[in-house]
């Protein structure tokens, strides 16, 4: 198993933009597809962003794409995802997830979970 810690959350204002990371240990980081999913209130844990294990594969929800960029650097062990124009209905948890191999494009397919970070959009 991969273990997975988040930072970059916050509060931001409506339009703005925040960068989350989240650094990874354990097994080799490269063997791995990473994944942010979020979760608000209520509400159910969605997916959010993909990336294979290379970096040249990556993939949206249709509520992020063209707002959100989900990157990784292998030899920092970390993956990333840049935020822009961020809408109050982006407020939730968002959650690091990694899976072996494959991008981890469901909450059933998750291997390991991050902690968790804290984005609040303001209006």
């Known amino acids: 198993q991969v273990q997975l810690v988040e930072s970059g959350g916050g509060l931001v204002q409506a339009g703005g933009s925040l960068r989350l990371s989240c650094a990874a240990s354990?097994?080799?980081?490269?063997?791995?597809?990473m994944g942010w999913f979020r979760q608000a209130p209520g509400k159910e844990r969605e997916f959010v962003a993909g990336?294979?294990?290379?970096?040249?594969?990556?993939y949206y929800s249709d509520s992020v794409k063209g707002r959100f960029t989900i990157s990784r650097d292998n030899a920092k062990n970390t993956v990333y995802l840049q935020t822009h124009s961020l809408k109050p209905e982006d407020t939730g948890a968002y959650y690091c997830?990694?899976?072996?191999?494959?991008?981890?494009?469901?909450?059933?397919?998750?291997?390991?979970w991050g902690q968790g970070t804290q984005v609040t959009v303001s209006t």
């Open positions: 997830a990694a899976r072996f191999t494959q991008i981890p494009a469901t909450v059933g397919a998750v291997d390991s």
């Open positions: 990336i294979n294990s290379s970096g040249a594969g990556t």
């Open positions: 354990g097994r080799t980081f490269s063997w791995y597809g």
